[in-house]
């Protein structure tokens, strides 16, 4: 059952952009947020950027002033803008859901990732 699907990802030039697409199948309880995961091979999945319900966000270091995480909430679609890319970027890229049951249990979700490589 898919309820999260990526897309967007390619193959871009040191310095190009992409944007990726988050689209959310199903409709939650209740989000708590939303946000973009990396993992390249042999390494640990990292988050990259997050937003939350409320409209907060926050980025790991190494994205700062490159990235930007948005949603469009009409869509039920979440996005990752990416510029000025590094082949340091290369890694599939994850769309993950954090929800709340009507109990307050927590749970998360996740696509089946898209890639992004970053190369001459």
């Known amino acids: 059952q898919v309820q999260l699907v990526e897309s967007g990802g390619g193959l871009v030039q040191p310095g190009g952009s992409l944007r990726l697409s988050c689209a959310v199948s199903?409709?939650?309880?209740?989000?708590?947020?939303m946000g973009w995961y990396r993992q390249a091979p042999g390494k640990q999945r990292e988050l990259v950027a997050i937003?939350?319900?409320?409209?907060?966000?926050n980025y790991t270091d190494s994205v700062k002033g490159r990235f930007t995480i948005s949603r469009d909430n009409t869509k039920n679609t979440l996005y990752l803008q990416m510029s000025s890319l590094k082949p340091e970027d290369t890694a599939v890229y994850y769309c993950?859901?954090?929800?709340?049951?009507?109990?307050?249990?927590?749970?998360?979700?996740w696509g089946q990732g898209t890639q992004v490589t970053v190369s001459s």
């Open positions: 993950n859901v954090e929800t709340s049951g009507w109990r307050g249990q927590k749970y998360n979700y």
């Open positions: 937003l939350t319900t409320g409209g907060s966000t």
């Open positions: 199903r409709t939650f309880f209740r989000i708590n947020a």
